[in-house]
């Protein structure tokens, strides 16, 4: 158990539909990172905050959003949905920003657009 | 720009047989170097990192890599492979100028058969 929780673990939508995915991080860190993971893309980043601010965006279409909030959790906001925003979305959690520590990931949320 | 890479989609190995999973890096300046691996449906599992010091890293579940400057490589390594080792291993790479994210090859899926 990495302590970072993540929830829903699965969620099936429709096309055109929003859908907000949540992060807890480890207890004490500050920092939470959003990963996409797709059969064709790999694992992408796509955008990181540290103790609420964003500090780092990666390939997050405009259609996403994400924010972490004063108790350190963080929600992505996927909206207008298509069917190639299929994918396990993860979060990770670190303590400090540009540490040379590992990441924790939680276990993920795969989202199956319809 | 950081990046890595597995040249390998895939390596077969017997039970009981050496393994090895191969990455190469491209940093500027210090490469601070992962190794995760992820089960199916499952969250990605911190196994090893190099960040300075001695070449060869231990970590978790008898695995080690060999970091070697002069070919840029970073390589997973286990003397003797079990069948549940048999995952999706991922390279990684620190992005320290970029808020410190993670940077991920694409993986290399590892059969072990009996």
């Known amino acids: 158990d990495s302590g970072v929780t993540q929830t829903p673990k699965h969620l099936i939508t429709a096309t055109g539909q929003r859908v907000t995915l949540r992060c807890s991080p480890r207890?004490?860190?500050?920092?939470v990172y959003w990963y996409q993971q797709s059969l064709d893309q790999g694992l992408q980043f796509l955008i990181q905050y540290y103790n609420g601010e964003e500090r780092a965006k990666g390939n997050i279409l405009e259609r996403f959003s994400a924010q972490q909030f004063p108790d350190l959790h963080s929600e992505l906001n996927l909206s207008s949905l298509e069917l190639g925003d299929s994918a396990l979305y993860f979060c990770?959690?670190?303590?400090?920003?540009?540490?040379?520590?590992?990441?924790?990931f939680g276990e993920g949320s795969r989202l199956t657009v319809l | 720009a950081q990046s890595v890479a597995q040249p390998e989609d895939q390596v077969n190995v017997a039970e009981g047989n050496p393994l090895t999973v191969k990455c190469t890096y491209s940093?500027?300046?210090?490469?601070?170097l992962f190794w995760y691996v992820q089960y199916p449906n499952r969250g990605l599992q911190f196994l090893l990192k190099y960040i300075t010091g001695d070449n060869l890293v231990k970590g978790s579940y008898g695995f080690e890599a060999e970091f070697n400057k002069s070919q840029t490589s970073f390589h997973l390594k286990k003397p003797s492979a079990l069948v549940s080792d048999s995952a999706l291993y991922f390279c990684?790479?620190?992005?320290?100028?970029?808020?410190?994210?993670?940077?991920f090859g694409q993986g290399t899926e590892l059969s072990v058969k009996p």
């Open positions: 990684a790479v620190r992005d320290s100028n970029q808020g410190g994210k993670l940077i």
């Open positions: 990770a959690s670190s303590s400090l920003v540009q540490e040379t520590g590992e990441l924790f």
């Open positions: 940093v500027s300046g210090n490469p601070y």
């Open positions: 207890s004490g860190d500050l920092s």
